[in-house]
């Protein structure tokens, strides 16, 4: 079965980096486009970016771009999300989860999600 | 501000039907497909509809989603206890080049 497992979140100084890993299990990783989600305490959804199968495609949130960085091993079956110059606004649990359409990025059919892991800005 | 505009919340008895609706524009719902969420609380959230009206198998066809113009809505019928939770649309904005959701809806089964 999917599995999505994120990892790499935790308490961090504004300013400073880290960065999210999400293991994939159970399907052809190198065919899906991925996803990262975040969700910040209390609030909706906001959706952070999107690389496609291939690499070849990133998208970006305007309030991300120029300090987060997604990126994907498909060898490996992981995706990353280097996360730089953290603000306190970026604290938020953050999702990994995989395109349901295949190499379509520009979809929000997101069939399965990691159960995310959190990260708190703050000195 | 959500560029998806939800109700906050929405609530009606066990057995009854709900509807909740997500606006946007032409650069988003009204030239990209629609999705919606569940989120129970404390989980990740579920996809219940993807392309405007279709169901991932396990979801029950007491959900259904249709979209009109730069308008969808997600009908719940049957209402239950288990189907408390938070529900969320997405879309892809062409003009933004970004996926954007609504800022959620807060249903209650009195």
């Known amino acids: 079965q999917v599995r999505l497992v994120e990892s790499g979140g935790g308490v961090v100084q504004p300013g400073r980096s880290l960065r999210l890993s999400c293991a994939a299990s159970?399907?052809?990783?190198?065919?899906?486009?991925m996803n990262w989600v975040r969700q910040a305490p209390g609030k909706g959804l906001e959706w952070v970016a999107v690389i496609s199968h291939d690499e070849n495609n990133r998208y970006y949130v305007d309030s991300v771009k120029g300090r987060f960085t997604i990126s994907r091993d498909n060898s490996n079956n992981t995706l990353y999300l280097q996360v730089n110059s953290l603000r306190a606004e970026d604290t938020a649990i953050y999702y990994c989860?995989?395109?349901?359409?295949?190499?379509?990025?520009?979809?929000?059919?997101?069939?399965?999600w990691g159960q995310g892991t959190l990260v708190t800005v703050s000195s | 501000q959500s560029v998806l505009t939800q109700p906050p919340s929405v609530s009606a008895a066990p057995g009854q039907n709900v509807t909740i609706s997500c606006s946007g524009s032409r650069s988003n719902i009204g030239n990209n497909y629609v999705s919606w969420y569940q989120q129970l609380p404390g989980t990740a959230p579920k996809l219940l509809i993807y392309?405007?009206?279709k169901r991932p198998s396990g979801i029950p066809d007491r959900f259904s989603g249709s979209k009109s113009g730069s308008s969808a809505t997600l009908d719940i019928t049957g209402l239950q206890t288990g189907d408390e939770a938070d529900y969320f649309c997405g879309t892809w904005d062409t003009s933004l080049s970004a996926v954007v959701f609504g800022g959620g809806t807060n249903l209650t089964v009195l």
């Open positions: 159970g399907f052809t990783f190198s065919s899906y486009g």
């Open positions: 392309d405007n009206n």
């Open positions: 989860a995989k395109s349901g359409h295949g190499k379509k990025v520009t979809t929000t059919n997101f069939d399965y």
